[in-house]
């Protein structure tokens, strides 16, 4: 089974100042792992991706993630918070080596940048 | 530019209707998901298919079904709503990803909020 973790519900950062919100995820296998975000009364938008290759992987707004094998974790991050990075964070995961073809998504993390 | 579009943003129903969610997708994707969102909880998959008149269970298919007639158009029914199918529900396409060359990320729908009452 496939399994994602976000262990905060709510990320508060002052605007400027770097961003970090939590992933964990499980899987039998090899990982495909994404970050989506989602503002208020909108659909979930598509961050970046993780397949494989590099570890650090850059998406889009200035996000980046980061996969760690060991710690089994694909946190995202962002050098400089800004007010309009506000929103709903969602990690999802997928497993290679299953036949599932739907991603697991967690539970979601609020991030909150103050002016 | 890549489109999912939902037929409805909110809706209100009353316990006992059928209600039908409309999702097309413009984009000749195999695949079609729909969950269901809830605070806390993330999003949860309902069913999916990965081709016309093919699908599949996700975690909570329990008091719905799904139609896909056609490659573009994947709709959830709910046969007798109640009021814990209250939530915000999200349809998504896909390519069939075939290898780790095809691309996998999903494209979403702006979402239909249900509130039955």
């Known amino acids: 089974a496939q399994s994602v973790a976000q262990p905060e519900d709510q990320v508060n950062v002052a605007e400027g100042n770097p961003l970090t919100v939590k992933c964990t995820y499980s899987?039998?296998?090899?990982?495909?792992l994404f970050w989506y975000v989602q503002y208020p009364n909108r659909g979930l938008q598509f961050l970046l991706k993780?397949?494989?290759?590099?570890?650090l992987v850059k998406g889009s707004y200035g996000f980046e993630a980061e996969f760690n094998k060991s710690q089994t974790s694909f946190h995202l991050k962002k050098p400089s918070a800004l007010v309009s990075d506000s929103a709903l964070y969602f990690c999802?995961?997928?497993?290679?080596?299953?036949?599932?073809?739907?991603?697991?998504f967690g539970s979601g993390t609020r991030l909150q940048v103050q002016p | 530019d890549v489109k999912v579009t939902q037929s409805s943003r909110y809706l209100v129903k009353r316990t006992g209707e059928k209600v039908f969610l409309e999702c097309v997708q413009d984009?000749?994707?195999?695949?079609m998901f729909w969950y269901r969102q809830d605070p806390g909880l993330g999003l949860r998959l309902i069913y999916f298919?990965?081709?016309?008149?093919?699908?599949e269970k996700g975690d909570i298919p329990e008091g719905y079904s799904v139609s896909r007639e056609k490659k573009e158009r994947f709709s959830l029914i709910l046969e007798s709503a109640s009021t814990n199918q209250t939530s915000m529900y999200l349809c998504?396409?896909?390519?069939?990803?075939?290898?780790?060359?095809?691309?996998?990320?999903?494209?979403f729908g702006p979402g239909t909020r249900l509130t039955v009452l």
């Open positions: 984009m000749d994707h195999e695949n």
């Open positions: 899987v039998s296998g090899n990982p495909y």
């Open positions: 298919s990965y081709d016309v008149k093919m699908k």
């Open positions: 993780y397949i494989t290759g590099d570890n």
């Open positions: 999802a995961v997928r497993d290679m080596n299953t036949g599932r073809r739907a991603l697991t």
């Open positions: 998504a396409s896909s390519l069939l990803g075939r290898g780790t060359s095809a691309s996998l990320e999903q494209f």
